[in-house]
């Protein structure tokens, strides 16, 4: 199946949604009826300019913000007229977010970090630290479950933060320059276990970059010109 045509459903639908902020001069149109489909296994880069609305688009994809108009589809569920209980849920059981800066809890190791969402879904202690240990092997971590994010690397701690991102087993990974703190090895090696881990997963990912050379490495290439998104070759 080419990622061109795909024969199943978008896991993540966003069809003619705008956003628009109003101040007391003006009103500003973000995002102008943009479209952007992604299928499970999918990985899409968003290369867009800072101001063009990028994280406007992410957060109305990751339902922290609601559209003016259009709709979001999660799963084929739409979500702008959920109450807020409800698209938290969705959040928690469909949506991973990796973010620039790992947000790790400092006080809690690699291995509690990632048990503490599952935790917080409802999984016993002892099948959250299973998983969490078998993810954070497969990130290739094994020897680093019992540390603090303080003495862990920096790409050592994006890692643990994918980890967690999915530990939930959600379908969406949304990340906003997940690499942009990193030097350019370790960027590699994180993008390099990004991908594999959406290969090995299914999942449906919708990643940030700057990083030209790791865009070309994925499946699609997307940006957002006059408010609209736009596949680029």
Known sequence: ??????????????????????????????????????????????????????????????????PDSGEVYIGGTATSTLDDKARTMIRRETLGFVYQAHHL???????????????????????????????????????????????????????????RAVANRPRVLLADEPTGNLDPATSERVFITLLSLVKATGLAALIATHNLELARRMDRRVTIRDGLVVELD
């Open 1 to 66: 199946m080419s990622a061109s045509s795909p024969r199943v459903d978008p896991v993540l639908l966003l069809w003619k949604v705008a956003r628009r902020f109003v101040d007391a001069e003006q009103t500003l149109d973000i995002i102008r009826g943009a479209d952007l489909a992604i299928w499970p296994g999918q990985t899409v880069a968003l290369i867009a300019p800072s101001g063009t609305g990028k994280s406007t688009l992410l957060h109305m994809a990751g339902l922290l913000e609601r």
């Open 105 to 163: 809890l400092p006080e809690f190791t690699a291995l509690e970090n990632v048990m503490l969402p599952q935790m917080i879904g409802g999984l016993d202690q002892r099948e959250a630290r299973l998983r969490a240990a078998d993810l954070l092997r497969f990130l290739g971590l094994g020897e680093r479950l019992t540390h603090r994010p303080s003495e862990l690397s920096g790409g050592e701690q994006q890692r643990v933060a994918i980890a």
